[in-house]
């Protein structure tokens, strides 16, 4: 089994900050990419920001110098931070984990999603 547990949601008003932290736990021989994505009522999944092993980044346009992705390989652990938000980042932020189980099969695996609301 693999577990992908965020923290780090809430609210917060616009210029604001928050980081959001995702471990992946359980039967994980090794993480190749990871990444955030969001979504809002009515709207399909969007990407945020993805991260490589090797630490290569790619962002979403709108995002770019105000969020910033890291992750902390040892603890298999990725993070966002994210400043300067605005009322448009409010949404559902979900961690993914594209990585190989000790059974050597590969995955895709996703967190339950935490809630961001940014006040105008």
């Known amino acids: 089994q693999v577990q992908l547990v965020e923290s780090g949601g809430g609210l917060v008003q616009a210029g604001g900050s928050l980081r959001l932290s995702c471990a992946a736990s359980?039967?994980?021989?090794?993480?190749?990419?990871m990444g955030w994505y969001r979504q809002t009522p009515g709207k399909q999944r969007e990407l945020v920001a993805t991260?490589?092993?090797?630490?290569?980044?790619n962002y979403q346009d709108s995002v770019k110098g105000r969020l910033t992705i890291s992750r902390d390989n040892a603890k298999n652990t990725v993070y966002l931070q994210m400043n300067s938000l605005e009322p448009e980042d409010t949404a559902v932020y979900y961690c993914?984990?594209?990585?190989?189980?000790?059974?050597?099969?590969?995955?895709?695996?996703w967190g339950q999603g935490t809630q961001v609301t940014v006040s105008s």
């Open positions: 359980g039967s994980i021989f090794s993480i190749n990419a």
């Open positions: 993914n984990a594209q990585l190989v189980r000790r059974n050597l099969l590969r995955g895709d695996y």
């Open positions: 991260i490589t092993s090797g630490g290569s980044t």
